[in-house]
């Protein structure tokens, strides 16, 4: 083995706020039903964040301090935090500084990145080539989001689908090649019009007029993201496959972004999986956003072993898509 280095993942974190959104809640205040509910998203509850002034940094806060006591080190350890989100706590500064600052990361510098659901994979791309640069051993990289705070709860197109969580993982640095091995990343800026949040940035600033138009909701256009998201995931997940002459036999585990239940089927179809090798949680938690990915491993930590092939894959607003091949780095605790 050559001793180049590679990144690896040596710790998770994640937290998921206390009060639960069902589908019974849901049929008391928009026009649908469980069963539609389930059958076409897979979707049984979310959970939500609630109370005044609460932004995401409330949810990562936990998460990372979890990570870091797992690892057994010091939040002054860290070297960077990145945080993957579309709903940061405020339009600037970062929610990555006002994390540092919570948690007391005071030798990190950080930013966070927009790129919707696939936030979780760009950011993991980002930080392990901070790692894999040599100039860093500690990177924290983060998935959250407050889909709460920009869904119309009238929009019942919207507002079944998302919830609020977040996930972390620490990067170290790793030379028996363990860690993230490929990502394919992907972006394609025409899908703008099919899944954005309109107002709220320099083109359209707030005003009287972008609230009463419900312009600093997020907008979905269901059919056509659907279509793309069913294709653009199931395809970089099986050139990925290609990419490293793998195939679905030698992958651990897929870890999709918990967007749709169908289309984590046709993902894990395309790459030859069975159901049983496909993390889900979705039922629970809905889609949220950059926060799927992470929560997923979080949950299923226990079960990963050391050499464990996972392909984590996503498909998000903007377009924004992609996946990453990582090969677990140590043992169940």
């Known amino acids: 083995m050559s001793n180049k280095i590679t990144a690896a993942i040596t710790a998770v974190g994640g937290?998921?706020?206390?009060?639960?959104?069902?589908?019974?809640?849901?049929?008391?205040?928009?026009?649908?039903?469980?069963?539609?509910?389930?059958t076409r998203t897979g979707i049984e509850e979310r959970r939500i964040l609630r109370g005044e002034g609460k932004g995401i940094s409330e949810m990562i806060v936990p998460a990372v301090k979890q990570l870091l006591e797992k690892r057994g080190i010091d939040a002054s350890e860290i070297d960077c935090l990145i945080v993957g989100t579309v709903t940061p706590d405020?339009?600037?500064?970062?929610?990555?500084?006002?994390?540092?600052?919570?948690?007391?990361?005071?030798?990190?510098?950080?930013?966070?990145?927009?790129?919707?659901?696939?936030?979780?994979?760009?950011?993991?791309?980002?930080?392990?080539?901070?790692?894999?640069?040599?100039r860093y051993k500690k990177v924290v990289v983060v998935g959250a989001d407050k889909m709460s705070a920009i869904i119309d709860y009238t929009d019942r197109a919207t507002c079944i689908i998302f919830g609020d969580g977040a996930g972390a993982v620490l990067l170290e640095p790793a030379e028996n090649g363990f860690g993230i091995k490929d990502s394919l990343l992907r972006s394609d800026g025409s899908g703008a019009q099919y899944l954005k949040m309109k107002a709220g940035g320099s083109m359209y600033p707030a005003s009287a007029e972008t609230v009463a138009?419900?312009?600093?909701?997020?907008?979905?256009?269901?059919?056509?993201?659907?279509?793309?998201?069913?294709?653009?995931?199931a395809n970089i997940s099986a050139e990925l496959l290609e990419k490293n002459n793998l195939t679905g036999n030698d992958i651990a585990w897929l870890v999709p972004h918990q967007a749709n239940l169908r289309i984590i089927d046709a993902t894990a179809e395309r790459m030859g999986l069975p159901k049983e090798k496909v993390m889900i949680n979705i039922q629970r938690?809905?889609?949220?956003?950059?926060?799927?990915?992470?929560?997923?491993?979080?949950?299923?930590?226990p079960q990963l072993k050391k050499g464990d092939k996972l392909v984590l894959a996503a498909f998000g607003g903007g377009f924004t898509w992609g996946a990453t091949l990582v090969e677990w780095a140590y043992d169940p605790k």
């Open 15 to 38: 937290y998921v706020p206390e009060d639960k959104l069902t589908n019974q809640d849901l049929e008391k205040m928009v026009d649908t039903t469980d069963e539609w509910i389930r």
């Open 90 to 134: 405020m339009v600037f500064p970062a929610t990555a500084n006002i994390v540092c600052d919570k948690i007391g990361a005071k030798n990190a510098w950080g930013f966070d990145v927009s790129a919707a659901c696939s936030g979780f994979l760009y950011t993991l791309t980002l930080g392990s080539s901070l790692i894999e640069s040599g």
């Open 213 to 233: 138009a419900k312009e600093h909701f997020a907008f979905q256009e269901g059919k056509t993201v659907f279509k793309f998201a069913v294709t653009g995931m």
């Open 285 to 301: 938690f809905g889609n949220t956003t950059a926060a799927t990915i992470p929560l997923c491993l979080w949950e299923w930590e």
